[in-house]
């Protein structure tokens, strides 16, 4: 079931996001959703045998997470899904991205936990009922604290656990699953989890990033056999954040600086995806820190996926401050998320198209994240958050513009269906389609939420 039209106003709310006339975004073979995380939105951190994970340690640790928050109670959706689940319906979304939260389906000796398991077919099967697809990701960041404290991604022996994991799950989850991604934002694991120690667990090496990052993508290409077996009418693929970069002046030593960082940023996790092989020059920036790969570990890694999904935000702007480096520009007149991230539809087209010219062997591309945060507030009972729709629309036709240009795009999901725990941001930080108070748990659907929802009962084919 769709809203149904503002009286308000004269146009259609659906014209305040929609992609432009023509585009193939209004085709109803075009899927379109909307994603959480479980760290992000459950809750019930100690119920049903769940364990600790390493962002229950992380934001345990003084000064880690503002003001001190945590995921403990969340957007409180382990008990709340059936009411988020007509949300979406609601909406008339086609699918929803969700992640299964690790510590909730296997305790520590990787035998499986039947209530945690019980919580996501239930929530599977709320999705079929009201004719939704599930597109389920196995690694959110929300590690299990006892493989952490035995080494966490930087042990070999995590990636074989990991397998396990996606096996146990696809096993249990079987015909029940439309695309299984392995693995959401590998860069942000490695890095701002090993590498810098922005996130969970928090350390600071950047050679144990480079072998942080190895271990993830041996997984995921370890995982992708039982998934495929499994559930073989799934779609199987991983999530990459990616972010093109733009010179600040068109001096050769700023061009390399933008070559640099989408080295870092992008072929860092796609490389290896779909050339086999770790861009040279990453260890321009980070020189010795080429991590420990065993032989057959690159074809493992570059098997063959049915998609790739892309989390896009901004763009970079860069300048070299000396050889073999990088550091960001601002540019004072761009337009700025509460999170002080560019909004710059432009890069996504930019990124696309570059991404296709670049892997020849690219599979299907899905939006899997796009968004922004705002601060969004109730008045008089709505929530009308100009900049997101705003936002979303010149998103919209920046897709659309790649698409027309030969890029593949099989579906978009905006993040995120619920404000939520926005990691080291803590509740300050507002990405939803529904704004949640978090004192109530109230759920009121935005404005963009609306204008998403008549853009989605107005598609034809």
Request: overall charge negative; proline content about 5%; hydrophobic content about 40%.
């Amino acid at each position: 079931m769709n809203m149904p039209l503002d009286p308000s106003v004269a146009t259609p709310l659906s014209d305040l996001v929609s992609p432009p006339a023509g585009s193939p975004m209004w085709q109803r073979n075009f899927l379109f959703g909307a994603g959480t995380s479980s760290y992000q939105i459950e809750g019930a951190a100690h119920e049903d045998g769940r364990l600790e994970s390493i962002w229950d340690r992380f934001c345990n640790t003084p000064g880690k997470v503002l003001r001190g928050e945590n995921g403990d109670v969340a957007c409180d959706h382990y008990h709340r899904f059936e009411e988020d689940l007509d949300l979406l319906q609601r909406m008339g979304v086609d699918a929803y991205r969700f992640s299964i939260a690790w510590p909730r389906v296997m305790d520590e000796a990787g035998r499986p936990n039947a209530r945690g398991i019980d919580f996501y077919k239930r929530l599977i099967d709320g999705l079929h009922r009201r004719g939704m697809k599930a597109f389920v990701t196995l690694y959110h960041w929300d590690l299990p604290q006892h493989l952490e404290e035995r080494g966490g991604w930087l042990s070999r022996e995590i990636a074989y656990r990991f397998a396990d994991y996606a096996e146990l799950m696809s096993r249990e989850l079987s015909g029940g699953v439309a695309a299984w991604t392995t693995h959401n934002e590998p860069w942000c694991s490695a890095y701002l989890g090993y590498g810098d120690g922005h996130h969970a667990p928090g350390h600071k090496n950047v050679r144990w990033a480079a072998q942080a990052m190895h271990h993830l993508l041996l997984g995921h290409g370890l995982a992708l056999p039982a998934l495929r077996a499994n559930e073989p009418k799934a779609l199987v693929g991983l999530v990459a954040n990616c972010a093109p970069g733009y010179a600040a002046t068109d001096s050769a030593s700023d061009r390399d600086a933008a070559h640099l960082f989408e080295t870092f940023q992008n072929t860092w996790v796609l490389d290896p995806l779909f050339k086999g092989e770790y861009p040279k020059d990453l260890w321009r920036l980070w020189k010795g820190a080429e991590p420990l790969v065993l032989a057959g570990d690159m074809d493992k890694i570059a098997q063959p996926m049915d998609y790739l999904g892309i989390n896009y935000y901004s763009r970079a702007l860069l300048r070299s401050p000396e050889a073999d480096k990088f550091e960001w520009v601002r540019d004072p007149a761009v337009e700025r998320t509460s999170m002080d991230w560019e909004v710059y539809p432009q890069g996504l087209q930019d990124l696309f198209e570059k991404l296709h010219r670049d892997y020849p062997n690219l599979p299907a591309l899905y939006v899997t994240e796009n968004g922004m945060s705002s601060h969004d507030s109730v008045q008089d009972g709505e929530v009308d958050d100009r900049q997101r729709q705003a936002y979303l629309k010149a998103h919209f036709a920046a897709c659309t513009r790649a698409m027309q240009n030969g890029v593949k795009v099989d579906g978009y999901f905006i993040w995120s269906l619920l404000d939520n725990f926005e990691w080291a941001f803590g509740y300050e930080r507002r990405f939803g389609l529904v704004h949640v108070d978090f004192e109530t748990q109230k759920r009121t659907l935005k404005k963009s939420a609306l204008a998403y929802s008549d853009f989605l009962g107005r598609r034809i084919g």
